[in-house]
């Protein structure tokens, strides 16, 4: 696995790399001293694991997470065990202690090994970027935070200048625009109704037509929605209908 070290600490990266070296499934492709390095490492090298501290200077490690459009594995690395509830609340593959210890992170590997799930190419993105289904995002609302797949969201609702993510029981609001998230998604996949949703084309039970020519969806989950006429035409040429 493509594997990025990010640690403020100098000391504590060459350790989890000599560490680190003794397992050949793991491939080294860079390190990071901060949120900032690591955006940019993590944009030019696309690694499918990142051992990540949380307690760094400016930005913590969740901080990063929450400013990437789509996330890595991750495991945690710090020395504050405080935030190991946390971080198992965000679906992390593991949580390590510092100092490292030696079979502990033995464990961590087997479950990486375990866990780990073919990572989408970057060809099989549009020339635009998009995101993929089986792409992961992290969402934070107040102090709970989760790691998503895009597969699993099944409705993106505008509340000014937020958007509130549906997927299983939850519902967390964050800080961006429903304009600047469908920019982000193939309407193949996530189809923008009208101006309040975005809805994931397979949580749609059925359609049925509406009022002055628009049409009306209702979801899996027995929730039902207005197409507006203006996206109604471009729906039914997307779904043939």
């Keep these: 696995m493509r594997t990025l070290i990010i640690d403020d600490e100098r000391l504590a990266r060459k350790e989890l790399t000599n560490l680190l070296g003794n397992y050949p499934e793991i491939e080294i492709v860079g390190e990071a001293a ?16 990142i051992f990540l501290d949380i307690q760094m200077p400016g930005e913590t490690g969740f901080d990063l997470l929450e400013s990437l459009e789509a996330v890595p594995q991750v495991v ?3 020395a504050y065990d405080e935030y190991a509830i946390k971080a198992f609340q965000v679906n992390a593959l593991d949580y390590l202690l510092k100092p490292i210890d030696d079979e502990r992170l033995e464990e961590t590997i ?11 190419k970057l060809e099989t993105e ?8 089986d792409d992961q995002i992290f969402l934070k609302d107040g102090d709970k935070c989760w790691f998503v797949s895009l597969k699993d969201i099944r409705l993106f609702e505008s509340e000014g200048n937020y958007v ?3 997927f299983d029981n939850n519902k967390p609001l964050i800080l961006k625009s429903l304009n600047n998230l469908e920019k982000r998604l193939d309407e193949k996949e996530f189809f923008r109704i009208n101006r309040k949703f975005i809805v994931n084309l397979k949580e749609i039970d059925h359609i049925e037509p509406w009022f002055n020519g628009g049409l009306q969806v209702k979801l899996k989950t027995g929730k039902t929605l207005e197409v507006s006429r203006r996206q109604a035409a471009k729906f039914k040429d997307l779904l043939s209908l």
């Excluded at 087997?110 to 989408?120: A, L, N, Q, S, Y």
């Design 34 to 49: 901060n949120a900032e390095e690591a955006r940019k490492e993590i944009d030019e090298k696309d690694p499918d694991l």
């Design 76 to 78: 945690f690395v710090t």
């Design 126 to 133: 549009s020339e635009e970027g998009l995101l993929g289904m």
């Design 110 to 120: 087997k479950k990486i090994v375990k866990t780990e799930k073919p990572k989408p």
């Design 164 to 166: 509130r993510v549906f």
